[in-house]
């Protein structure tokens, strides 16, 4: 029986769940900044600077997403961060009656938490879980 060298659907859905929430955050970027300039913002410096900081952000999950897709050993753990992350944000949201972008933003870090910790996720980027031979000290 050969064993398949495609990734698991685990592994997709959590690259694809990232990829969504780094496409809202560049997007969320451009829309700040498109603001910025063709609008009068209260504070155009902090305005700026959340612009900024969801472009570098939305990049930053994208190259995650990119390293998950790709089976990269350093990708889970920024990859949970985001999701983390998330959960208050969604808690915010869902309390400053806006339940319609917190609740599925909680389900998309749900989601993307449980694929992350998966066993086939595990396997795909750390390996078959074999035991390392004990070393002595």
Avoid at 26 to 31: F, K, M, N, T
Wanted: proline letters at 7%.
């Amino acid at each position: 029986m050969s064993v398949s060298n495609r990734p698991p659907r685990t592994l997709f859905l959590a690259a694809a769940l990232e990829a969504v929430v780094g496409l809202l955050a560049v997007g969320g970027g451009l829309y700040t900044g498109f603001e910025v300039i063709v609008g009068e913002p209260q504070n155009t410096t902090t305005a700026l600077a959340v612009a900024v900081l969801a472009l570098a952000g939305g990049a930053a999950m994208l190259k995650v997403a990119h390293g998950l897709a790709t089976r990269a050993h350093w990708s889970r753990s920024p990859a949970v961060l985001t999701q983390l992350f998330l959960l208050p944000v969604a808690v915010s949201l869902v309390q400053s009656d806006q339940p319609q972008w917190g609740y599925p933003l909680a389900a998309v870090a749900v989601c993307a938490l449980l694929a992350l910790f998966s066993r086939p996720v595990t396997v795909a980027l750390y390996g078959g879980g074999e035991q390392e031979e004990e070393r002595p000290d």
